[in-house]
């Protein structure tokens, strides 16, 4: 059974930082892993896409690289802002299967 | 439309009450998801739908829980003598083709009381 982690599962920062988020899964065989943000009370927007052929994705300040064979991906956040403040969640795309399996998510906040 | 659209937004039902929850996915996905958040969680999945068929059901709960999308575009997840753990935001999704990105609809915020 697919496991996603995230960790840490809260990080606060201040304004301008560079970050890290983490994310592992348990088994390889995945289709693709996507990043999400979800702010408080709101559905989940889609941040970054990585195929599992591929290493990394960029999105101007973001950057989401895929180790499939360590079953691990980061997202990098550089400059960080205020506005950056939001749950991050990644979910894994199975091979043979549709579905998206979460992780639980990283709690950001970026003190101005 | 411009992306997902759910409603309502909040739904309170009292134990043992049904309830219609409604997903317009984006004109032209084939692919359509619910999930499931509970507080502080990531969503689980429930079930997916390609056009009218709904070909992965293995993430409902109970038989009280019963999703359809009977002209392969609005989907509507109905469920039965609602109880309170029950309870979570339902998370509809949809997608051009399976395994391509997936865009989420605000969701529905259930409370069981």
């Known amino acids: 059974k697919q496991e996603v982690t995230q960790i840490p599962a809260a990080l606060s920062v201040p304004e301008g930082e560079n970050l890290v988020l983490n994310c592992s899964f348990t088994d390889s065989a995945i289709y693709n892993l996507q990043w999400f943000r979800q702010d408080p009370g709101k559905g989940l927007t889609s941040l970054l896409l990585i195929q599992s052929s591929q290493r990394e994705q960029t999105s101007g300040r973001l950057n989401a690289s895929l180790d499939k064979s360590s079953g691990r991906s980061t997202l990098y956040i550089a400059a960080s802002q205020p506005g950056d403040s939001a749950t991050y969640l990644c979910a894994v795309s199975l091979q043979g299967a549709q579905k998206l399996v979460f992780g639980q998510g990283t709690r950001l906040t970026i003190n101005p | 439309g411009a992306g997902v659209s759910q409603s309502p937004r909040y739904k309170v039902a009292k134990r043992g009450q049904d309830v219609a929850l409604r997903c317009d996915p984006i004109s032209g996905h084939v692919s359509l998801f619910w999930y499931q958040q509970a507080l502080g969680q990531g969503p689980e999945f429930l079930t997916y739908?390609?056009?009218?068929?709904?070909?992965?059901k293995s993430g409902l709960p109970s038989d009280r829980f019963f999703a359809e999308r009977p002209e392969g575009s609005v989907s509507t997840l109905k469920i039965q003598r609602t109880q309170q753990e029950d309870s979570a935001v339902y998370l509809c999704?949809?997608?051009?083709?399976?395994?391509?990105?997936?865009?989420f609809g605000q969701g529905t915020r259930l409370t069981v009381v």
């Open positions: 999704a949809s997608s051009f083709l399976s395994n391509t990105e997936a865009f």
């Open positions: 739908f390609q056009n009218e068929a709904q070909l992965d």
